[in-house]
């Protein structure tokens, strides 16, 4: 029965993306696996807007326990990727694998975090194993500090995104102490020491692989110092660093710091601690103690994975498997999480959710789906090589899953009236769906007074979409006579309760004007495509307006 399909792949869609189905992510389901309903579209997209508000009133638990019951083949662990298969892991034991995800909280993720994450996610799933949110909360430099907002935007986008992580959340600013036990064993084992010198010293003994003069304290001397940077020791005043060849080809392996004073307040813990770890020194302690299998991360971060095996071997501890990645870039797109924080921060940008931030937030107001962006990350495999690619690469695979759930309308950007003489008084009627004809359509009832958007040219010949033909704001005929070699432009009529409507452009830049006016029916969330335009999201209705969300062409 097609209400039970219906209702599986509602509460499939619902389970994984947080507890809210998509219709669109449905409809598709439903038309890849009964495509002769698609001369039902309007019928069958009724039937899923219904079963989806009642899917959508249930709690997570409630619809996991219901899929469990109808459909358990759904929630198969072993199900694989059907688009993109990714290669076997080395050393992968299905059920064994554990792996972990470890964003920096100054701020929410963006376009640019999701693949990393998808990945990471994809395989856990695929080796029936565990996946770690670990808030990488460590004070941070003063120019990327944290944003106590980003504690919770960070898991509610993942789960929009459908990554299924454990529910016992990890916070490193709760494992300080277990961090400085294993600094004083370096410390007593002779591996570290705390060093004095300015930043000039440093970067000048690094390049003539030259020993710090500190260096050579002994463990009773480098033991009283350490304590003395959680008391006396300013900040930049004193760091503890790891022992490491002086001659390593890479100078900024050369003695790193892997603890530094910092008296900033913290988010979370306030002024508990004054002494904090470095990432490659803190993920080399957590990648261990919580049995990480294997690690996915970066190719910016080739220099932390190093330091992270030369920290296991000095404890003599199993390796993880390090897996880097190339970072994808969106043509034309700039992402700066720090930018945009200053943007947020000074109110430039409307919060964090605001188009230019790209952040998951942003993006699922304009209407992409997450099913989309999962389709997008995974389409480049696990590639060490940076990409650069067309936003548009993201754009076409959304265009896939919301196209045929969108119904068509007319939007006139700055209206301007126009009045053309003779003109007869028609009723037009347009698909609400060009290739769902069984959709319905709707109608607009013109006489000789419109809105366009165009600017009209003298002595060219136009034609009303689905109307008739006119030139110099005269009548010429109603057929569509290729001959006329007419410019088609969209149009609404004038006095005929048009809708008053605002779009949210990517750029943060409003259009303003007129919608048809059964728009004024659409609900919160609504898709559309505005003919000539593009896929718009209705964000929010207004006493005197409409106020849309631009997703893409």
Same mark, same amino acid.
């Given at each position: 029965?097609l209400?039970?399909?219906?209702?599986? &792949?509602a509460? /499939?869609n619902a389970v994984k =993306?947080?507890?809210?189905?998509s219709?669109?992510a449905v409809?598709?389901k439903?038309?890849a696996? %009964?495509?002769?309903?698609k001369e039902?579209?309007?019928e069958?997209?009724?039937e899923?807007?219904?079963?989806?508000?009642e899917?959508?009133?249930a709690k997570p638990?409630?619809?996991?326990?219901?899929?469990?019951?109808?459909?358990p083949?759904l929630l198969?662990?072993?199900?694989?990727?059907?688009t993109h298969?990714l290669p076997?892991?080395n050393n992968?034991?299905?059920?064994?694998v554990v792996?972990?995800?470890?964003?920096?909280p100054?701020?929410?993720?963006?376009i640019g975090n999701?693949?990393?994450y998808l990945?990471?996610?994809?395989?856990?799933?695929k080796?029936n194993?565990?996946?770690?949110?670990?808030?990488?909360d460590t004070?941070?430099s003063?120019?990327k500090?944290?944003t106590k907002e980003?504690?919770?935007m960070?898991?509610?986008g993942?789960?929009?995104l459908?990554?299924v992580?454990?529910?016992k959340?990890?916070y490193k600013s709760?494992r300080?102490?277990i961090y &400085?036990k294993y600094?004083?064993?370096l410390i007593?084992?002779?591996?570290?020491?705390v060093?004095f010198c300015d930043?000039?010293?440093l970067?000048t003994?690094?390049a003539e692989?030259?020993?710090?003069e500190?260096r050579?304290?002994?463990v009773?001397?480098t033991?009283?110092?350490?304590?003395k940077?959680f008391t006396?020791?300013k900040?930049?005043?004193a760091?503890l660093r790891?022992?490491?060849?002086?001659?390593n080809?890479n100078?900024a392996?050369?003695d790193?710091v892997?603890f530094r004073v910092?008296?900033?307040?913290?988010?979370?813990?306030?002024n508990?601690?004054r002494?904090?770890?470095?990432l490659?020194f803190?993920?080399?302690?957590?990648? /261990?103690?919580l049995?990480?299998?294997?690690?996915?991360r970066?190719?910016?971060?080739?220099?932390?994975s190093?330091?992270e095996?030369?920290?296991?071997d000095?404890f003599g501890?199993?390796?993880?498997?390090?897996?880097h990645?190339?970072?994808?870039q969106?043509?034309?797109?700039?992402?700066s999480?720090s930018?945009?924080?200053?943007?947020?921060m000074?109110g430039?940008?409307?919060?964090?959710?605001?188009?230019?931030?790209?952040?998951?937030q942003?993006l699922r107001r304009r209407?992409?789906?997450?099913e989309a962006i999962r389709?997008?990350?995974l389409?480049?495999?696990?590639n060490?090589?940076?990409?650069?690619?067309p936003?548009d690469?993201?754009y076409a695979?959304n265009?896939?899953m919301i196209?045929a759930?969108?119904n068509r309308?007319f939007?006139?950007d700055?209206?301007q009236?126009i009045?053309?003489?003779?003109a007869p008084e028609?009723?037009a009627?347009?698909?609400?769906?060009?290739?769902?004809?069984?959709?319905?359509?709707r109608?607009l009832h013109?006489k000789?007074?419109? =809105?366009?958007a165009?600017?009209l040219?003298?002595?060219?010949?136009?034609?009303f979409?689905?109307?008739?033909n006119?030139?110099d704001?005269?009548?010429?005929s109603?057929e /569509?006579?290729?001959e006329l070699?007419a410019?088609?432009? %969209?149009?609404?009529p004038?006095?005929?309760?048009n809708?008053?409507?605002?779009i949210?452009m990517?750029?943060g830049?409003?259009k303003k004007?007129?919608?048809e006016?059964d728009?004024? %029916?659409?609900?919160?969330?609504?898709?559309?495509?505005f003919?000539?335009?593009?896929f718009?999201r209705l964000?929010r209705?207004?006493k005197?307006?409409?106020?849309?969300? &631009?997703?893409h062409r």
């Amino acid at each position: 029965m097609l209400t039970d399909d219906i209702l599986k &792949y509602a509460l /499939h869609n619902a389970v994984k =993306y947080g507890g809210k189905a998509s219709p669109g992510a449905v409809i598709g389901k439903i038309f890849a696996e %009964h495509p002769e309903l698609k001369e039902k579209s309007a019928e069958v997209a009724k039937e899923v807007n219904a079963v989806i508000k009642e899917v959508n009133k249930a709690k997570p638990d409630a619809q996991l326990k219901q899929l469990e019951s109808l459909a358990p083949e759904l929630l198969e662990k072993k199900e694989k990727p059907k688009t993109h298969e990714l290669p076997e892991l080395n050393n992968a034991v299905d059920g064994q694998v554990v792996m972990r995800m470890a964003p920096y909280p100054s701020g929410p993720l963006h376009i640019g975090n999701a693949r990393p994450y998808l990945l990471n996610d994809e395989y856990a799933k695929k080796y029936n194993g565990k996946l770690l949110l670990v808030l990488d909360d460590t004070i941070g430099s003063e120019e990327k500090n944290i944003t106590k907002e980003a504690y919770d935007m960070i898991p509610e986008g993942l789960k929009w995104l459908g990554v299924v992580f454990d529910p016992k959340l990890i916070y490193k600013s709760d494992r300080m102490d277990i961090y &400085y036990k294993y600094a004083e064993e370096l410390i007593k084992a002779g591996k570290a020491y705390v060093c004095f010198c300015d930043s000039e010293t440093l970067r000048t003994n690094r390049a003539e692989m030259k020993i710090c003069e500190h260096r050579e304290a002994t463990v009773e001397k480098t033991m009283d110092e350490w304590k003395k940077m959680f008391t006396e020791y300013k900040e930049g005043e004193a760091a503890l660093r790891i022992k490491t060849s002086m001659d390593n080809p890479n100078p900024a392996f050369r003695d790193r710091v892997i603890f530094r004073v910092c008296e900033r307040e913290h988010p979370r813990v306030s002024n508990k601690y004054r002494v904090w770890p470095l990432l490659d020194f803190s993920w080399a302690i957590d990648d /261990h103690l919580l049995g990480i299998t294997h690690v996915m991360r970066g190719k910016d971060l080739m220099i932390e994975s190093d330091m992270e095996k030369y920290i296991w071997d000095i404890f003599g501890w199993k390796h993880a498997e390090l897996i880097h990645i190339g970072l994808v870039q969106l043509e034309g797109v700039k992402i700066s999480k720090s930018k945009a924080k200053k943007e947020v921060m000074s109110g430039e940008f409307s919060g964090w959710d605001d188009p230019r931030t790209w952040s998951l937030q942003a993006l699922r107001r304009r209407g992409i789906l997450p099913e989309a962006i999962r389709m997008f990350s995974l389409s480049f495999g696990v590639n060490p090589n940076e990409i650069t690619v067309p936003v548009d690469s993201l754009y076409a695979e959304n265009r896939k899953m919301i196209d045929a759930s969108s119904n068509r309308y007319f939007f006139v950007d700055n209206p301007q009236k126009i009045k053309i003489a003779n003109a007869p008084e028609m009723d037009a009627e347009l698909d609400l769906h060009q290739d769902f004809k069984e959709r319905g359509k709707r109608k607009l009832h013109a006489k000789q007074e419109f =809105y366009v958007a165009d600017e009209l040219k003298k002595g060219k010949v136009y034609r009303f979409i689905h109307l008739f033909n006119f030139k110099d704001g005269e009548f010429v005929s109603k057929e /569509h006579d290729t001959e006329l070699n007419a410019q088609l432009i %969209h149009w609404l009529p004038a006095n005929e309760g048009n809708a008053e409507t605002e779009i949210l452009m990517p750029d943060g830049t409003l259009k303003k004007g007129l919608a048809e006016k059964d728009v004024k %029916h659409l609900k919160i969330g609504d898709e559309v495509q505005f003919e000539r335009f593009g896929f718009c999201r209705l964000d929010r209705k207004e006493k005197d307006k409409l106020v849309f969300w &631009y997703t893409h062409r």
